[in-house]
């Protein structure tokens, strides 16, 4: 199975599989969904009680508009740039699930009102590189005399733990169209104008009699073309061994590394299927 990198941006992939099966490449789209690691916000600790502000001498009190339950889904959504090579689960960890700086990230949060509470203001406790990856998502707004004081602790898991870990977005996959239009008897010039006007995507083109394809790729197999024409004169056909795969990340990985983690687990998977069943007596 070959790989055309149609487009590879820094959120964003759009590649084309050629010579492959749906099966596998659905096997690809569903490890981009579940099965790729990343960080995202676990615990958080909120602070309780008044809290003076010791340059103004001013309390405030800790509360928001917002119940901390809420606060805390929304901690959890913020986007977290992730290293494979350096952050582990828990589990896998060499400190046993107590907690160390291979498998979890704290961060702070203190601000004061009024105010609102961007993610900028969510601050990693250490290494600097691991701040929020959109500075400017808001979280709460906080009134004159309130305030936000907390901890927050990310780890690291998968879509398969919760959908706040799942780092590929819009994953679709779609096979290959192939457009064939041959002038039928009892089609006119106007049923292949009919024809080219009915595509919503707009790749068909009539001139000379005759209705041309500009861009197959961007065909999204609605058979609207196909069904204007009463005569059999355009006919769609789905590719069976090529497939378009298109995904985006929250930007905590890049689609290359995001890919490229896919396919090493599904190869990890099916040899350890292979040694499992070599082992059957």
Do not use: W
């Amino acid at each position: 199975m070959d790989v055309e990198i149609r487009q590879l941006g820094p959120r964003a992939a759009d590649l084309e599989f050629h010579e492959g099966s749906a099966a596998r490449v659905n096997a690809i789209r569903r490890t981009l969904l579940s099965d790729v690691p990343k960080l995202a916000i676990e615990d958080v600790e909120f602070h309780l009680g008044p809290i003076r502000d010791e340059a103004s001498g001013k309390d405030y009190d800790s509360s928001t508009s917002m119940f901390d339950e809420a606060i805390a889904h929304r901690l959890g959504l913020l986007p977290i740039p992730m290293a494979l090579d350096e952050f582990r689960p828990k589990s896998e960890c060499t400190c046993k699930g107590e907690g160390c700086s291979h498998c979890q990230v704290v961060y702070s949060i203190d601000r004061k009102g009024p105010c609102t509470v961007y993610s900028k203001d969510v601050v990693p406790i250490g290494d600097a590189s691991l701040a929020i990856i959109e500075p400017e998502i808001p979280i709460v707004r906080l009134g004159s005399r309130q305030a936000l004081l907390a901890y927050a602790t990310a780890v690291v898991g998968t879509a398969r733990d919760h959908a706040k870990f799942q780092v590929s977005h819009a994953v679709g996959v779609a096979p290959h169209p192939s457009i064939q239009i041959a002038k039928h008897a009892g089609c006119s010039d106007a049923c292949l104008q009919r024809v080219a006007n009915s595509c919503p995507v707009n790749i068909l083109e009539y001139g000379d009699g005759k209705v041309k394809v500009t861009d197959d790729t961007k065909c999204i197999v609605c058979f609207a073309c196909e069904q204007t024409c009463p005569h059999g004169s355009v006919k769609v056909q789905p590719s069976e061994t090529n497939f378009f795969l298109r995904f985006e990340t929250d930007g905590s990985l890049t689609p290359r590394e995001a890919l490229r983690f896919a396919l090493k687990d599904i190869k990890r998977r099916f040899e350890d299927l292979r040694e499992a069943v070599q082992a059957i007596p």
